[in-house]
Each structure stands twice: as structure tokens, then as C-alpha cells.
């Protein structure tokens, strides 16, 4: 069994993959902020373990196995993240730090049985899908909230950011998954946002903070 520091990397890899399946190491290690050097030692670990193929001065290549391997460490992120905020209680904004910890268990029937307990759950509490047993996850096609023209009405779908400060920012706002955002007017000079949400309450929402939501048309 991988140790929980080859998880880490390997789920550092997985997010940091391009179509390709290629990373640059600086990105890895400034990703897992350790220095170069360090990196470097661990990425030889990896590529001994077939989890990468790595060749001096290319971008690191995650390999079929190393995918497979790191989307089971996701998996197990996030139905415990599920888990948390369905059946226990958690706000979404309190999950990241307990899943850190819980998803290095070994024990496959203990997330089997979690994920049967939730009714087999394809996204968790951010939207983002849930990889199946064997690793694969299927990708939900959204778009931006700064994509949206003026009088278009969305619902909110996922976020392509769940730190726990913008989390919080979205619990003043009283913005949750599947609220309904009607773009009222875009400001020309920083193409800020006013809505309207659930077609009740107006706010003003920053360039950046449009960017991190990812929303599809409201039927």
C-alpha cells in the first residue's frame, strides 16, 4: 500500500495533470510546498513504483496506474466529504481538513459501505464527481459564471475552488449548490457581476469570485 505521503503526491498529480496527463515538477512541489530537491527525490520513488514515467528535463507523465491509484485516494476524499455534510451535519466548509485525514484508511469495505449508506452519490458537497470503484469520474461539462451575458438565469452546478475562506464568503452570500444566479448587470471596467439570487435577493459578485463558479443554464 502506497504510504500517505506517495498519496499526497499522487493526488497532487491528478489535479495538476494536463490532457496529457504531464507536470511540470516545479509545479508539483510549489503545489506541495516543499522545496525542488525533495520533490525530485519523491518523483524517483514514484517512477520506481510505475506510478510516472520521468525523463530528465521533460514534464513528469502520470501513468494509467498512478491515475487509477490517485482518483481511489479522490474517491475516498470525497465520500467522506459527502458523508460528513449528508449525515452528520458538517457545513461544506468545515470537510477538507477530516477528509485529509480519513482518506489515507485502507479498508476498501469502509468507504464501500460509506458510499452505499449515501445512495451511491456522484458529486460531493462542492459538485465535484466522485470516481468509481476502478478510479474513473466522469467530468460534468459547466460553465463559468464570468462566461454568462447580461439576462441569463443559471443554477449553480460545482466549484472550481473550496477553500475554506471563499466557502465562507459563499455562506454570507447565502450561495449554495443549486441556487438560481440571474445576471442582472456586468460592469464594463472590471466586468464584476450584479445578480440576483433565487430570484429574491441582489449582490454584487467580484471578476474572481465568477470565475470559481461553475454553473449551467436554470430550466
Given at each position: 500500500?502506497?504510504?500517505?505521503?506517495?498519496?499526497?503526491?499522487?493526488?497532487?498529480?491528478?489535479?495538476l495533470?494536463?490532457d496529457?496527463?504531464?507536470?511540470?515538477?516545479?509545479?508539483?512541489?510549489?503545489?506541495?510546498?516543499?522545496?525542488?530537491?525533495?520533490?525530485?527525490?519523491?518523483?524517483?520513488?514514484?517512477?520506481?513504483?510505475?506510478?510516472?514515467?520521468?525523463?530528465?528535463?521533460?514534464?513528469?507523465?502520470?501513468?494509467?496506474?498512478?491515475r487509477?491509484?490517485?482518483?481511489?485516494?479522490?474517491?475516498?476524499?470525497?465520500?467522506?466529504?459527502?458523508?460528513?455534510?449528508?449525515k452528520?451535519?458538517f457545513?461544506?466548509?468545515?470537510?477538507?481538513?477530516?477528509?485529509?485525514?480519513?482518506?489515507?484508511?485502507?479498508?476498501?469495505?469502509?468507504?464501500?459501505?460509506?458510499?452505499?449508506?449515501?445512495?451511491?452519490?456522484a458529486?460531493?458537497?462542492?459538485?465535484?464527481?466522485?470516481?468509481?470503484?476502478?478510479?474513473?469520474m466522469?467530468?460534468?461539462?459547466?460553465?463559468?459564471?464570468?462566461?454568462?451575458e447580461?439576462?441569463?438565469?443559471?443554477?449553480?452546478?460545482?466549484?472550481?475552488?473550496?477553500?475554506?475562506?471563499?466557502?465562507?464568503?459563499?455562506n454570507s452570500?447565502?450561495?449554495?449548490?443549486?441556487?438560481?444566479?440571474?445576471?442582472?448587470?456586468i460592469?464594463?471596467?472590471?466586468?464584476s457581476?450584479t445578480?440576483?439570487?433565487?430570484?429574491?435577493?441582489?449582490?454584487?459578485?467580484?471578476?474572481?469570485?465568477?470565475e470559481?463558479?461553475?454553473?449551467?443554464?436554470?430550466?
Amino acid at each position: 500500500m502506497p504510504s500517505q505521503t506517495v498519496e499526497n503526491y499522487l493526488k497532487a498529480l491528478l489535479n495538476l495533470a494536463n490532457d496529457k496527463g504531464e507536470v511540470n515538477i516545479s509545479d508539483l512541489s510549489n503545489s506541495l510546498n516543499v522545496s525542488t530537491p525533495t520533490a525530485n527525490s519523491m518523483v524517483k520513488k514514484l517512477r520506481d513504483k510505475g506510478f510516472i514515467n520521468y525523463e530528465k528535463y521533460k514534464p513528469l507523465l502520470v501513468t494509467n496506474k498512478g491515475r487509477k491509484e490517485a482518483a481511489i485516494i479522490v474517491r475516498r476524499h470525497r465520500l467522506t466529504e459527502m458523508y460528513l455534510v449528508s449525515k452528520m451535519g458538517f457545513g461544506w466548509e468545515e470537510v477538507h481538513e477530516i477528509a485529509e485525514q480519513i482518506e489515507h484508511l485502507k479498508s476498501q469495505k469502509f468507504f464501500d459501505r460509506m458510499d452505499e449508506l449515501l445512495g451511491f452519490p456522484a458529486l460531493d458537497p462542492h459538485g465535484s464527481p466522485i470516481p468509481d470503484k476502478e478510479g474513473n469520474m466522469v467530468l460534468p461539462e459547466y460553465s463559468k459564471l464570468s462566461n454568462i451575458e447580461q439576462g441569463v438565469s443559471v443554477r449553480l452546478c460545482a466549484l472550481n475552488n473550496s477553500s475554506n475562506n471563499f466557502l465562507n464568503y459563499l455562506n454570507s452570500k447565502k450561495i449554495e449548490l443549486g441556487t438560481i444566479i440571474s445576471v442582472i448587470n456586468i460592469e464594463p471596467f472590471d466586468s464584476s457581476m450584479t445578480v440576483k439570487l433565487n430570484n429574491k435577493t441582489e449582490t454584487m459578485l467580484s471578476h474572481e469570485v465568477c470565475e470559481r463558479l461553475l454553473v449551467e443554464l436554470a430550466k
